[in-house]
């Protein structure tokens, strides 16, 4: 819900300085300060900010802390700021942009990278489940640039996502005064609105889960089974795809009538992830093993949605949630996939997204049932010829300046139309009774 910001070096050229009488100043002292000026000026033109802040902090004593030559070192420390960012050292960039601040109050671009700094500093923190810190900055971040919509829908969504629910409402209110029909406003709003009352429950928190119940369940729960049995999953996960986030999750239990009625599901879909694990669930005495599948099938989505702040496309999030959930396609599927494909019954690898789009639809089952088989059997496919790690890779660098299909190309090798027809012969390989030309 919010873009990065990038900065580029900003070299702040001064005028005459002021007369010597409104300064205190000799001329030969704002003489030695305006070749000091000259000197940084350079310096910062080859990168040296550091040798042009020290030669700025001379002038400035030379001159009389000549205004302009505020401005300039507020440039400077803008500077030390945003490169402090983009190497992660939040402490140093929030330092010196709060320096440059100080030299310029009111100074919007200022205001904004230090804002960008406390976000990128919460995305940090919520990485390693530091829930409190994460939206303390988020906080922050929104309150630096108080007009800045996105910020506030960010800390209210992070908000929500930990069971912060009142702060996330407070969070989401004053999004709403900014602009009401803001698009992740709304899909925020809307995701609000539709769940209904969770309690998070008393020590219902491990290293990586949060748990809540849904009304009327949280009797039925035994956080004190369920905690240790959603660590191992959260582990085997993060083995079977190599990535290994620290992010709290919220994960809701509901009665298994009100989970499907609440959400409009069809019966075919066993789990829900939406931000949140949201899991049917019928007690105590439930078994375990039966329900692991589809946890670590929505967990799969989780950890994919911690890999990239672009979305991957649909066929391949489930795909590869199939694949981590141990699914298996037996002969008879395998022949009925063949069979479709080649009729062109199954839509290609750029149009498969669009077959996912009835997943809520009730009376979908034949159009969904073989979407979700060659998303299934094309990262079967994908992981024999390249490896988990392409896939993981791929979603990761969703952010990079490179067209999806050159991202393609340089982590499966072939552009999605390639798979399509490479991944058909693979299967059909397996089939000795078709036979491909």
Not at 273 to 279: A, N, V
Not at 324 to 340: F, I, N, P, W
Request: a neutral charge; glycine letters at 6%; proline letters at 3%.
């Amino acid at each position: 819900m919010k873009t990065k910001k990038g900065y580029f070096l900003i070299v702040i050229l001064l005028g005459s300085l002021v007369s010597p009488v409104a300064l205190g100043a000799s001329s030969k002292d704002l003489k030695k300060a305006a070749t000091l000026n000259d000197l940084a000026v350079q310096k910062l033109k080859k990168g040296d900010v550091d040798g042009a802040e020290i030669d700025l902090l001379a002038a400035l004593e030379y001159s009389g802390q000549n205004e302009k030559l505020k401005k300039n070192l507020g440039a400077i420390y803008f500077e030390k700021g945003v490169r402090a960012v983009q190497k992660g050292d939040f402490f140093q960039a929030q330092k010196n942009l709060k320096s440059a601040l100080e030299i310029e109050p009111e100074n919007a671009r200022y205001s904004r990278a230090l804002a960008n700094a406390f976000s990128l500093e919460a995305d940090a923190r919520a990485k390693t489940g530091q829930n409190e810190e994460a939206l303390n900055l988020y906080q922050k971040a929104a309150q630096q640039d108080p007009k800045n919509i996105s910020a506030w829908s960010q800390a209210a969504h992070y908000a929500w996502m930990t069971q912060r629910i009142d702060l996330a409402r407070d969070y989401l209110d004053r999004a709403k005064n900014l602009d009401a029909a803001d698009k992740n406003v709304l899909f925020l709003e809307e995701k609000m609105n539709k769940s209904t009352p969770e309690t998070q429950m008393e020590s219902g928190a491990s290293l990586h889960f949060i748990l809540s119940a849904g009304t009327g369940i949280a009797e039925k729960i035994s956080s004190e089974k369920l905690l240790p049995e959603l660590e191992k999953i959260y582990d085997e996960v993060s083995y079977q795809l190599n990535f290994f986030p620290q992010n709290k999750i919220s994960v809701v239990f509901y009665p298994v009538g009100e989970f499907h009625d609440h959400w409009k599901l069809p019966g075919r879909v066993n789990g829900y992830y939406d931000g949140k694990l949201r899991i049917p669930y019928t007690g105590k005495g439930v078994d375990f093993e039966k329900i692991k599948p589809m946890i670590k099938h929505e967990l799969t989505h989780a950890f994919v949605s911690f890999m990239t702040r672009r979305p991957i496309p649909q066929w391949m999030n489930e795909g590869l949630a199939q694949w981590v959930e141990g699914r298996q396609l037996d002969v008879k599927s395998k022949d009925a996939l063949v069979m479709y494909q080649m009729t062109k019954r199954v839509p290609d690898i750029d149009h498969l997204d669009e077959a996912f789009k009835g997943q809520h639809v009730l009376l979908n089952n034949t159009q969904m049932t073989l979407a979700y088989m060659k998303a299934f059997s094309l990262m079967e496919y994908l992981i024999q010829e390249r490896g988990v790690w392409s896939v993981v890779e791929f979603a990761q660098n969703q952010t990079s300046d490179l067209p999806r299909a050159e991202l393609f190309k340089k982590y499966f090798l072939a552009t999605p139309q390639q798979i399509d027809e490479r991944w058909i012969q693979w299967l059909a390989q397996k089939k000795s009774n078709y036979v491909f030309y």
